[in-house]
């Protein structure tokens, strides 16, 4: 493979650091899942308008790609290759008293964190082979979960595509075809290995082998950031008990996507902010101030309707959970403060 072109307008963090010597330095290495440079670029390259635009096949990748990674996770996270990750799942640590309590902000809390397997390369390097097996084991486990946390398995081959329609646009399902996950090598196989495990309320759901071979979500109506918090903290130490999980003393939670290590956690709210989204700038400016990362309402690479905006944590290394959550809920304060003064 010769040095990738960009275009003139490109700004993912890939043509930003993957310099012509930093090319030079790593092509030809490879991981010993036989993972390579090219392969862990090829999303940004394929897709020009990424954010990031590369991926790790396992956790071998962010040692071997250093070079190149490291300058991602220091621009992202702020995380730089001396300091050490500290892991905090204590919710009697978070102070969040609900930021709505009437109501008229916020629509719903999600929390999900991204875990992988111990022992598997993560999902760009897995083989069908791996991928099913994780699929039976992780399944498996879930199936054992009681209480509130009790539930079922729906594999994604079988599924009709209502179903699996409704699923998406009810936010509780990850979409088809992402064309940033399939230049990465992570939609290979699709639909055989994933599915979906909710309990009966859908306040408790796993995506299984999507970006990551797990996405743990709390979620629910309204903007009890504390109670969303405790259910995903329960729901994390009991799959724990029955699946170990991929991690490095230094880089936290391995996942596939490096916006994602560490706590690998999304802490965010469904947000209705028509008046301060007219004045974007003042918007964007505040989450900055909070390190809040703004999306749209279905998701990465969506847009807003109606004024209504994904508002969660953008740090998730280098930062304990209780701090990025903590993070969320004040920036919210904020923002529902700024809301109410246009209104
Ligand atoms: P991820 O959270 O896994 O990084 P996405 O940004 O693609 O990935 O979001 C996944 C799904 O979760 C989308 O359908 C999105 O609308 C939904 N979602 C995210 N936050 C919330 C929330 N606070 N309430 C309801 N749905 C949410
Ligand atoms: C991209 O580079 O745009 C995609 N691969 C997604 C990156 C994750 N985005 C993020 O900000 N957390």
């Known amino acids: 493979m010769d040095y990738p072109t960009f275009p003139a307008d490109c700004r993912s963090m890939l043509c930003r650091f993957l310099t012509p010597e930093v090319f030079d330095a790593l092509r030809g290495v490879q991981t010993s899942n036989g993972f ?48 050490t990750h500290r892991s905090d799942l204590d919710p009697g640590r978070l102070n969040a008293p609900n930021p709505d309590p009437e109501g008229e902000f916020i629509l719903s809390t999600r929390i999900r964190v991204g875990r992988n397997v111990a022992g598997f390369p993560l999902g760009p390097a897995i083989t ?52 940033f996950l399939e230049s990465a090598g992570l939609n290979r196989d699709w639909p055989s290995g994933r599915g979906l495990y909710h309990n009966h309320d859908k306040t408790f759901l796993v995506w299984v082998n999507e970006e990551d071979q797990m996405r743990i979500i709390s979620m629910q109506p309204g903007g009890d950031i504390a109670a969303v918090f405790r259910r995903l903290v329960r729901a994390v130490r009991a799959i724990e008990s029955r699946v170990p999980f991929a991690r490095s003393a230094h880089l936290g939670y391995l996942t596939s996507c490096p916006t994602n290590l560490g706590t690998a956690m999304r802490a965010s709210v469904h947000i209705a902010l028509p008046k301060l989204a007219e004045d974007y700038e003042r918007f964007e400016a505040i989450c900055a101030k909070h390190h809040l990362q703004i999306r749209g309402i279905h998701g990465e690479h969506s847009e807003s309707v109606g004024g209504v905006y994904d508002i969660s944590n953008r740090r998730r290394l280098g930062v304990t959970e209780v701090e990025a959550a903590q993070e969320m809920v004040e920036g919210v304060v904020e923002l529902i403060a700024e809301e109410k003064h246009l209104r």
């Open 128 to 179: 069908r082979e791996q991928r099913d097996e994780i699929e039976t084991r992780v399944a498996a486990g879930l199936e054992t979960l009681t209480d509130d946390l009790a539930g079922r398995y729906y594999p994604l081959t079988g599924m009709s595509p209502e179903t699996q329609r409704a699923l998406i646009e009810d936010h509780f399902l990850f979409k088809e075809g992402d064309r």
């Open 36 to 83: 390579t440079l090219e392969q862990a670029i090829r999303s940004g390259v394929e897709n020009p308008d990424s954010s990031i635009g590369v991926y790790a096949g396992d956790g071998e990748s962010y040692i071997l790609y250093a070079a190149l990674f490291d300058p991602i996770i220091e621009a992202y996270h702020g995380f730089h290759p001396s300091d």
